[in-house]
């Protein structure tokens, strides 16, 4: 029981009244559900217009197929009491150059700070796992597709990391599949908020789009205790026709959202060839040495 006493007694007045209405002696289930549904259709205006973006096309989102350098995260949309979930396109493009992690929403002035520093976590880990042979040659450039406001959290930084993975490697990511997380400079999943919200925006977008029966949302491990779902999505899951993965790691999460090994070092402390980490590596090598040569040319 949450100890916001005044929205539990408000609730519990709405389904008194609609137990009223029904001519039953006691508030019952479905007169609770009546007054939680007809709340949200007082508040949902806004919901219901983004909601109409996704089904006209207007916001660009795909719930289905693979694509690299892109995938599907997840944000909470927050109106007074009132919030809900919706995903949104991160996408990553990588290239030679010494700029490091470049935030397009940070220099558009449209990056909270907590955001920042989740992008800037990132290159701890990047620098972590694959600097260890091969100094990091390249630019990166990230950004939240069609975002026109200001952007906060961190929850992102788990998406931001594989659309970056993704985009060196040259795998391709499933789309139907969306990514809610933080990630630390050691590979490790942390908890977030708004973790409801989250899946359910996102199986009402896949709802309207089509279920496959392949779609689904990662989260991380320490959130599955927070998990209270609609009922529909509920059934969705236990009819496998949505999916919710729990994830601590982000070589976990890589596997299944590419379905291609993350990748162990050999006895050398290098990642096997084929494996997705092994990929960035041999791009990273690439890079290194293309910048070497080009330094000589200009020596010359």
Request: aromatic letters at 10%; one cysteine or more.
């Amino acid at each position: 029981m949450t100890l916001r006493l005044g929205r539990v007694a408000g609730i519990l007045r709405e389904a008194d009244y609609w137990a009223r209405k029904d001519d039953s002696l006691v508030v019952e289930k479905k007169h609770v559900i009546k007054a939680f549904t007809e709340h949200r259709f007082r508040y949902n205006l806004y919901e219901e217009k983004i909601h109409g973006a996704y089904i006209e096309d207007k916001i660009l989102i795909d719930v289905d197929g693979e694509v690299t350098g892109q995938v599907n995260a997840l944000a909470v949309f927050q109106l007074g009491d009132y919030s809900f979930g919706r995903p949104s396109r991160i996408t990553a493009e990588t290239f030679m150059g010494k700029e490091g992690v470049v935030n397009i929403d940070r220099e558009a002035n449209l990056s909270g700070n907590t955001h920042d520093k989740g992008v800037m976590i990132l290159s701890g880990y990047l620098g972590r796992t694959f600097a260890q042979f091969y100094p990091l040659s390249l630019s990166i450039s990230i950004t939240f597709e069609q975002n026109y406001g200001p952007v906060d959290g961190d929850s992102a930084s788990w998406s931001e990391l594989y659309a970056v993975i993704s985009s060196l490697s040259g795998v391709l990511v499933n789309q139907g599949i969306a990514v809610t997380g933080s990630v630390n400079q050691k590979g490790q999943i942390q908890a977030i908020g708004g973790v409801n919200q989250k899946i359910e925006g996102f199986f009402e977008v896949c709802q309207v789009k089509g279920l496959t029966g392949k779609q689904g949302v990662m989260i991380p491990t320490a959130n599955v205790q927070n998990l209270m779902l609609k009922k529909e999505v509920i059934r969705a899951v236990q009819e496998k026709k949505f999916h919710i993965y729990h994830v601590s790691t982000v070589e976990e999460g890589i596997e299944i959202l590419t379905g291609v090994p993350a990748g162990t070092r050999d006895m050398d402390g290098r990642f096997l060839v084929g494996t997705v980490f092994g990929k960035v590596q041999e791009k990273l090598k690439k890079y290194f040495k293309q910048a070497l040569k080009f330094r000589k040319e200009l020596e010359l």
